[in-house]
C-alpha cells in the first residue's frame, strides 16, 4: 500500500465534516490514554497477575473494572454518534450479502450467551438476499441489537433472528423471551441515553445503542421498530432496500 | 527458544508501566521504553528491536515521523512497527497502515493478550518475508 500523504486522508471532507473528524479524533485520544490506564491496571489485578486479592477487595476491583468498561462503551457510542450525525463518509456502502452477514453477526455474539446458556438462531426466508450497504455498520446494528436481547433474556432461553422479504425490501428482526418493553418506556427507547430499568438495579449499557441503530438504518434508506407486549418478549427489525434479485 | 525483544515507545509514563507490567506476563519477552522518538531511534540502532510498539501522539516527534526516520536508516529499516494508538477511526487506521505499519493495536488494549497480539504480528510479517 503507498504511504498516504496526512493532507489526502482528509482531501474529500467538507470543513464541517473536518472539524468533526478532528474533534473525534482529538477527544478520542484524551479520553482513551487515561481510560487504557485505568481499565488496564484494574484488568491486570482482576485476573490475579499481580497476586491474590481478599475477596472483598476483588470484588470492588472487579466493579471497577465492569465500570471502566462500561466508560470506554460510552466513549465509544458517544463518539460514534458524532461522527454519524455530521459525516455520511465514514460509510462504505458496497453490495453486502445478508444472509452471510446475519450468520456471523450471531457467530460473533454467541459468546454473549453462553455465560446464561441463551442460545440464536437464524430463521431464513429467503436464501440469498443482497443490499446496498456498509458491511461494517450492518454487522454494528446486529451486535446492538443480540447484546440488548441476550441482556433480557432468561437464561436458558432462544434469539430467534429472522430474515424475510417486506414491501420495502428486505426485513430484519431479532425477538427475545425476555420481559418486553415497559409502556411507559416505549415512546423514549429511541431517543439517546434512554434506559429500561434493569432487574437489579444497575445499568450496564450506554442508553445510545439503539440511538445508533436508528441513525445507521436511516443512513441505509431503512427504517426501524419494535414491537412488544409487557411480559411477552421483544421483537425489534429494520427494513433495507433491496439491491438486486432475490431468490426466493 | 530466542526471546523476543520488544521496544516499546511511550510519552505517557503510567502507559509504558502498564504495558511494561503486561509485557511481563510472557517470559519470553526482552523489553526496553523510551518516552520519545529520539530516544526511540537511537535504541532501536543500538539494541535492535524485533519489534517496535510506537504510540501516535508524541511531542515533537509523533509516531509516523518516528516510523519515517527508522525506514530512512539502513539499520533499522526492517524493522517491525506496531503503531498503538487511542485514535480509532477508520480513515485513522487506514492511513497508519499506509505508512507500513504491521499492525495497529487500540487503546484501551487488554493487559492480558498484549504479549499474544504483538507475537502474532511478529508472526505475521515473519511469514510474509519468507513467502
Known amino acids: 500500500m503507498a504511504a498516504l500523504a496526512k493532507s489526502e486522508v482528509y482531501d474529500d471532507l467538507s470543513a464541517r465534516e473536518r472539524r468533526s473528524d478532528e474533534f473525534v479524533s482529538t477527544v478520542s485520544h484524551e479520553l482513551r490514554t487515561p481510560l487504557t490506564a485505568i481499565t488496564a491496571s484494574l484488568c491486570l489485578l482482576k485476573s490475579g497477575g499481580c497476586g491474590e486479592l481478599p475477596p472483598a477487595a476483588a470484588r470492588l476491583i472487579s466493579i471497577a473494572h465492569s465500570n471502566g468498561e462500561r466508560l470506554v462503551r460510552l466513549v465509544n457510542d458517544i463518539l460514534d454518534l458524532e461522527k454519524i450525525d455530521s459525516t455520511g463518509h465514514d460509510f462504505r456502502f458496497q453490495a453486502v450479502e445478508l444472509r452471510a452477514l446475519l450468520e456471523a453477526a450471531i457467530d460473533a455474539a454467541r459468546f454473549l450467551g453462553a455465560p446464561s446458556g441463551v442460545e440464536l438462531r437464524l430463521v431464513a426466508g429467503v436464501s440469498a438476499v443482497e443490499v446496498r450497504g456498509d458491511p461494517d455498520r450492518l454487522m454494528q446494528i446486529m451486535m446492538n441489537l443480540l447484546s440488548n436481547a441476550v441482556k433480557f433474556s432468561p437464561p436458558h432461553e432462544e434469539i430467534v433472528v429472522g430474515v424475510a422479504l417486506s414491501k420495502r425490501g428486505v426485513r430484519i428482526a431479532v425477538r427475545d423471551r425476555g420481559p418486553g418493553i415497559p409502556d411507559d418506556f416505549k415512546p423514549r427507547i429511541f431517543e439517546r441515553f434512554a434506559q429500561a430499568p434493569a432487574k437489579d438495579g444497575r445499568k450496564s449499557g450506554t442508553g445510545l445503542g439503539l440511538s445508533i441503530v436508528r441513525e445507521i438504518v436511516r443512513r441505509h434508506g431503512g427504517s426501524v421498530g419494535f414491537e412488544s407486549v409487557a411480559g411477552h418478549g421483544a421483537l425489534f427489525w429494520f427494513e433495507l432496500p433491496l439491491l438486486g434479485d432475490v431468490e426466493a | ?131
Open chain 2, 1 to 131: 527458544m530466542k526471546a523476543l525483544r520488544i521496544l516499546h515507545v511511550d510519552d505517557e509514563p503510567d502507559i509504558r508501566e502498564i504495558v511494561g507490567i503486561s509485557l511481563a506476563l510472557d517470559p519470553g519477552i526482552l523489553l526496553q521504553s523510551c518516552d520519545n522518538g529520539y530516544d526511540a531511534l537511537a535504541l532501536a540502532a543500538d539494541w535492535s528491536p524485533d519489534v517496535v510498539l510506537l504510540d501516535v501522539i508524541m511531542p515533537e516527534m509523533d509516531g509516523p515521523q518516528t516510523l519515517g526516520k527508522l525506514r530512512e536508516r539502513s539499520g533499522t529499516a526492517e524493522i517491525p512497527v506496531v503503531f498503538m494508538t487511542a485514535k480509532a477511526q477508520s480513515r485513522e487506521i487506514a492511513y497508519f497502515r499506509s505508512l507500513g505499519a504491521v499492525g495497529i493495536i487500540q487503546k484501551p488494549f487488554d493487559p492480558i493478550t498484549l504479549a499474544r497480539s504483538v507475537r502474532d504480528y511478529v508472526a505475521g510479517c515473519a511469514s510474509i518475508s519468507a513467502s
